[in-house]
Nanobody, 120 residues
């Protein structure tokens, strides 16, 4: 049993910044890849950014140069620093993680999402 809980979403003006957090808890032995995804109304869920356990990152072209993904392995926490936000960034942002549990299972988990709204 593993839980991912996102936080940090909210309303921000265009050009502003937000930092999202995703805290993983439960029967965790280790966490592999973690990533942020977003889904706007009527659209498909898309990968925003991903990070491996070793710190290698990748970004969607639409956010490259504006967003930074990072993780704190000691605290099982994932972050997404979002700068220069645009209205098209408005979406529900979801955390995803691949977790090895304390009983040796390898499973993937989704958080329930946090709303980010970019509007003036």
């Amino acid at each position: 049993q593993v839980q991912l809980v996102e936080s940090g979403g909210g309303l921000v003006q265009p050009g502003g910044s937000l930092r999202l957090s995703c805290a993983a808890s439960g029967s965790i032995f280790s966490i592999g890849v973690m990533s942020w995804h977003r889904q706007a109304p009527g659209k498909q869920r898309e990968l925003v950014a991903g990070i491996t356990s070793g710190g290698s990152t990748n970004y969607a072209n639409s956010v490259k140069g504006r967003f930074t993904i990072s993780r704190d392995n000691a605290n099982n926490t994932l972050y997404l620093q979002m700068n220069s936000l645009k209205p098209e960034d408005t979406s529900v942002y979801y955390c995803y993680a691949v977790v090895t549990t304390t009983i040796g299972g390898l499973n993937s988990y989704w958080g329930q999402g946090t709303q980010v709204t970019v509007s003036s």
